[in-house]
Nanobody, 122 residues
Framework: QVQLVESGGGLVQAGGSLRLSCAAS????????MGWYRQAPGKQRELVAG???????NYADSVKGRFTISRDNAKNTVYLQMNSLKPEDTAVYYC????????????????WGQGTQVTVSS
């Protein structure tokens, strides 16, 4: 069974920084792409940033230049460094990992973290 544990959310003033972490544990063969999504009240969940197994990254236009996604494959962990935070960044942030359970031929299965609240005050 695969478990994802997120940490690092909280309350911060506009202009401040937070670093989110998401660690995967359990039995699995490999992790492919990793990403962070967020969902604000009354809005759809949206992709914030993603990183491939090769390290290529992509970002939502709204966070480019402010957020940085990274991964530590040895720790099965993905990070989101959030700088210059704005009130509109307030949301629940979810990590998403694509995992192969048994071998390189196993189908890719997506797993979600439990979510962590990020609140940016003006």
């Amino acid at each position: 069974q695969v478990q994802l544990v997120e940490s690092g959310g909280g309350l911060v003033q506009a202009g401040g920084s937070l670093r989110l972490s998401c660690a995967a544990s359990g039995r699995f063969f490999s992790i492919n792409a990793m990403g962070w999504y967020r969902q604000a009240p009354g809005k759809q969940r949206e992709l914030v940033a993603g990183i491939t197994s090769g390290g290529s990254t992509n970002y939502a236009d709204s966070v480019k230049g402010r957020f940085t996604i990274s991964r530590d494959n040895a720790k099965n962990t993905v990070y989101l460094q959030m700088n210059s935070l704005k009130p509109e960044d307030t949301a629940v942030y979810y990590c998403y990992l694509e995992i192969r359970r048994s071998s390189s031929l196993s189908p890719i299965v997506g797993y979600w973290g439990q979510g962590t609240q990020v609140t940016v005050s003006s």
